[in-house]
Antibody
Framework: QVTLRESGPALVKPTQTLTLTCTFSGFSLSTTGMCVSWIRQPPGKALEWLALIDWDDDKYFSTSLKTRLTISKDTSKNQVVLTMTNMDPVDTATYYC??????????????WGLGTLVTVSS | QSVLTQPPSVSGAPGQRVTISCTGSNSNIGAGYDVHWYQQLPGTAPKFLIYGNSNRPSGVPDRFSGSKSGTSASLAITGLQAEDEADYYCQSFDSSLSNWVFGGGTKLTVL
């Protein structure tokens, strides 16, 4: 079955760089049509899509955050890594990775990890 | 401010029917992009509920249904049950932003 798990630091200081890893099983990111996205949710607030990487290594980023984000994949390890630079307290959120299906315009996330809470504080 | 607008909250008694609206614009829902819905139970990750405007993944009860018209979409839940109490989010693609976008979420309370 498909599973995803996020890992990374629970606490980062302002201005630091956050690195999160999504380790997944049950599918391959080298299969045509497969994608993995990162999505975050500040405490008590709505979901926000951050970044996506697809089977062809195409990458897409949130317009408002693109200067701070990078995303990469290691197909052999079934991992996707997200980095976000210059962290600020407003970036405190639960960060989810999710498997995506469909085209750019029909993209839907059918399996989600449990999420990892990242707190930005000095 | 979310690109897709949802009511902050809705409520209904057990057995009743409720609808949750998701209002967009001509750069997202009105442009013909699919709308998807997710259910987030308290303290858990979102769960895939409706895809492609009106399709249910296997395992989702037929009490849940989705529709789309013009620049809006709706999620309907019939035969409300206590276990349906959750936050619900709509999601689509926005061509102006070239980004995937979510609604602000709607908290469903079962009275």
């Amino acid at each position: 079955q498909v599973t995803l798990r996020e890992s990374g630091p629970a606490l980062v200081k302002p201005t630091q760089t956050l690195t999160l890893t999504c380790t997944f099983s049950g599918f391959s990111l080298s299969t045509t049509g497969m994608c993995v996205s990162w999505i975050r949710q500040p405490p008590g607030k709505a979901l926000e899509w951050l970044a996506l990487i697809d089977w062809d290594d195409d990458k897409y980023f949130s317009t408002s955050l693109k200067t701070r984000l990078t995303i990469s994949k290691d197909t052999s390890k079934n991992q996707v890594v997200l980095t976000m630079t210059n962290m600020d307290p407003v970036d405190t959120a639960t960060y989810y990775c999710a498997r995506g299906l469909g085209t750019v315009t029909t993209q839907v996330w059918d399996y989600w990890g449990l999420g990892t809470l990242v707190t930005v504080s000095s | 401010q979310s690109v897709l607008t949802q009511p902050p909250s809705v409520s209904g008694a057990p057995g009743q029917r409720v609808t949750i609206s998701c209002t967009g614009s001509n750069s997202n829902i009105g442009a013909g992009y699919d709308v998807h819905w997710y259910q987030q139970l308290p303290g858990t990750a979102p769960k895939f509920l409706i895809y492609g405007n009106s399709n249910r993944p296997s395992g989702v009860p037929d009490r849940f249904s989705g529709s789309k018209s013009g620049t809006s979409a709706s999620l309907a839940i019939t035969g409300l049950q206590a276990e349906d109490e959750a936050d619900y989010y709509c999601q689509s693609f926005d061509s102006s932003l070239s980004n995937w976008v979510f609604g602000g979420g709607t908290k469903l309370t079962v009275l």
